[in-house]
Nanobody, 123 residues
Framework: QVQLVESGGGLVQAGDSLLLSCAAS????????MAWFRQAPGKEREFVAV????????YYAESVKGRFTISRDNAKTTVYVQMNSLKPEDTAVYYC????????????????WGQGTQVTVSS
């Protein structure tokens, strides 16, 4: 079992940056593939980025590639997403997710979820 707590969301203007953090409990954090998803009002939850347990492999949604960077600190059991050049269409609740089996781009592949943190980007 792992518990996830996101933080760092807020209201920003287009072009600004935000750093989201996800603190995880548990002693086996390194064994989890970690990902960020987001969900805008009236839309399905969508994949943002994923990082392997070692941090050596990452993958991004096309919509955020070049603007967002996912990283993790296994010693601090925390995963991050640095979001730069934010756009109004990035407005959503951002969720951290963990998988101890296989983590890809689908929400159903993740067993553990945080409560989400709101990111609002004004134009």
């Amino acid at each position: 079992q792992v518990q996830l707590v996101e933080s760092g969301g807020g209201l920003v203007q287009a072009g600004d940056s935000l750093l989201l953090s996800c603190a995880a409990s548990g002693r086996t954090f390194r064994s989890y593939t970690m990902a960020w998803f987001r969900q805008a009002p009236g839309k399905e939850r969508e994949f943002v980025a994923v990082i392997s347990g070692s941090g050596g492999s990452t993958y991004y949604a096309e919509s955020v590639k070049g603007r967002f960077t996912i990283s993790r600190d296994n010693a601090k059991t925390t995963v991050y997403v640095q979001m730069n050049s934010l756009k109004p269409e990035d407005t959503a609740v951002y969720y951290c997710a963990a998988s101890d089996i296989y983590g890809g781009q689908k929400a159903y592949q993740y067993q553990y979820w945080g409560q989400g943190t709101q990111v609002t980007v004004s134009s």
